[in-house]
Each structure stands twice: as C-alpha cells, then as structure tokens.
C-alpha cells in the first residue's frame, strides 16, 4: 500500500510519528477492558524492560519498512 498510494512522497515516514497515539489508545483500552485484579495476574518485573525495548526499537522497524517499499525495484526478466 506504500508504494501504491505513497510512492515518491515524504509523507510515508510520517507513520513513523503516528503509531504512538495508537499504542497509548491501545494500552488504555486493554488496561479497561482487562483489568489486573489478582495479584498471581502481575506481569514480572523484566516485562517493563523488554516492552521498553520493544517500543524503542519499533519506530525503526517502521522507517526500515518504508524504506524498503519505498526503492523502486526493476527486474530484468521478461
């Protein structure tokens, strides 16, 4: 879909920007919707450090991506 509706444009690294008010809308709606009411239901401490890794590490994934889409590639086969 990038490079259908996007190619050419620097308007594709803006998804870049936009999947953060997606995660937060995404985290208040979980927490509301599956709320910890046992205490055998908390996640152990290193949880944090790997959902912290993941979410800085996931804005790259997203440019990689569009990156990626972006280049124009040719084949020689006919």
Same mark, same amino acid.
């Given at each position: 879909? $990038?490079? *259908? +509706?996007?190619?050419? !444009? !620097?308007?594709?690294? @803006? $998804? $870049?920007? #936009?999947?953060? &008010?997606? #995660?937060? #809308? %995404?985290?208040?709606? %979980? /927490? /509301?919707? %599956? &709320?910890?009411?046992?205490? /055998?239901d !908390? &996640?152990? &401490?290193? $949880? =944090? #450090?790997i959902?912290?890794? /993941?979410?800085?590490? +996931?804005? @790259? ?11 124009? %590639? *040719?084949?020689?086969? =006919?």
């Amino acid at each position: 879909m $990038t490079r *259908k +509706y996007l190619s050419g !444009k !620097k308007s594709i690294y @803006f $998804t $870049t920007i #936009l999947w953060f &008010p997606y #995660l937060v #809308l %995404f985290i208040n709606l %979980f /927490a /509301a919707w %599956f &709320p910890i009411t046992e205490a /055998a239901d !908390k &996640p152990v &401490p290193v $949880t =944090g #450090l790997i959902i912290i890794g /993941a979410m800085i590490i +996931y804005p @790259f994934y997203i440019v990689m991506i569009n990156i990626i889409s972006s280049i124009n %590639f *040719k084949s020689d086969a =006919g």
